[in-house]
């Protein structure tokens, strides 16, 4: 080592770093080695010495050739990476281009070992002035402040990532930190079918979709949301446009972890107009709901929808006559079926039309004799 050498021989001329720095900067030949070796003697320079300033190194190291800098800077600080660092950052701009390997090392190193101190959020920040791009650079800050747990930065840093290069990563970490910082209901739901319009073949697709299901799931249940929800239905409108007809039963299916109530919830919400490929599963709670009968507030509203699926009218009418019998609702049973007889006279709507004047009948014996009982 060529400039330890000069350094050693230099403190033994005149005894001091500060004397020999000043001695060896006035030389008429100022070569590589003695460049160098004024770097490491800088470094043992006291702090409150007038020569112990950084416009000195950054001097010394200037007049170096770019590709030695490096070296140079490595020698200063004897290899220890935080010391290097904090020089790096300190440097005035224009900072010396050669030290640029320096910082790429540096910066691998770091990522690699999850460095998150200040320091190296400190050294993150001064990147761009070694030629790092910004959104680099931005990314690096945003996975200190993740470990660091300081969400409410990282998300400032992602909205700003997003808006220039929404990558599905960005959406998907994004999304995280939302779901960190209890962002509301809607917001989360817009990350999240952002997420997954930047890439239909992520991995993570499924579960995305698992969260979209959750929020909509405990959006319906909490009233004081719902509202909000309901407003911004073209949200969930959008994300059925995201998949192939065929698909859309399936998503629903998966939204819903098959739940008969929460389907004909969403069902209920997404008609007028219907999102084509949803009616096979309206079909399909029908099928159920007539072999086990509902006649519930849900089960009334979604019957009075079906008509938007595609589905027969007069079975609607049934569908609907039927609930309002079981609920004693018997004139509005028989609107509907002057309605159904009106398409097209069947023997259900027959049997119900004279069930009416038999039910109220029943009814009135049955009062007449607990009255005498």
């Known amino acids: 080592m060529v400039p330890l050498y000069v350094v050693e021989a230099a403190l033994k001329k005149w005894h001091h770093p500060t004397t020999a720095l000043q001695k060896l900067v006035k030389m008429k030949v100022l070569n590589t080695n003695v460049l160098c070796a004024s770097c490491i003697l800088w470094s043992m320079i006291e702090p409150d010495d007038g020569l112990f300033s950084l416009p000195t190194l950054q001097m010394l190291l200037e007049r170096l050739p770019v590709q030695m800098q490096s070296e140079a800077l490595s020698l200063t600080t004897n290899g220890d990476d935080a010391r290097t660092a904090l020089l790096l950052t300190q440097f005035s701009i224009p900072v010396p281009q050669g030290l640029t390997p320096l910082v790429q090392s540096l910066r691998a190193h770091w990522v690699v070992t999850g460095r998150c101190d200040d320091l ?25 402040y993740e470990t660091r747990q300081q969400f409410v930065e990282a998300e400032r840093l992602l909205q700003q990532i997003v808006q220039v290069h929404a990558s599905p990563e960005a959406w998907w970490h994004l999304i995280l930190v939302s779901h960190e910082l209890h962002r509301p209901a809607l917001a989360r739901l817009e990350g999240l079918i952002n997420f997954i319009k930047s890439d239909r073949n992520d991995t993570r697709i499924g579960q995305a979709l698992d969260m979209i299901g959750e929020i909509i799931r405990t959006s319906l249940q909490d009233t004081t949301i719902k509202e909000t929800l309901f407003s911004s239905i073209e ?139």
Do not use: C
Not at 243 to 255: M, Y
Not at 260 to 271: N, Q, R, T, W
């Open 120 to 144: 190296a959020l400190h050294f993150y920040r001064s990147l761009p002035a070694y030629g790092m791009p910004w959104i680099g650079q931005l990314w690096l800050l945003v996975q200190v």
């Open 235 to 373: 949200m969930l409108r959008t994300l059925f446009m995201l998949f192939a007809t065929q698909e859309r039963s399936a998503l629903l299916a998966q939204l819903t972890r098959n739940d008969e109530e929460l389907m004909a919830s969403l069902l209920i919400l997404l008609a007028s107009p219907i999102i084509p490929g949803l009616q096979a599963v309206a079909q399909t709670i029908i099928t159920r709901w007539e072999e086990i009968p509902r006649h519930d507030a849900l089960a009334m509203v979604f019957y009075a929808i079906l008509v938007d699926y595609s589905i027969d009218t007069e079975k609607v009418y049934l569908l609907r006559t039927r609930a309002f019998v079981a609920k004693g609702m018997f004139d509005q049973a028989e609107h509907l079926l002057q309605h159904s007889q009106e398409l097209q006279t069947s023997p259900d709507a027959i049997w119900l039309l004279v069930l009416k004047p038999m039910i109220y009948w029943l009814l009135k014996l049955f009062g007449e004799t607990l009255a005498i009982g």
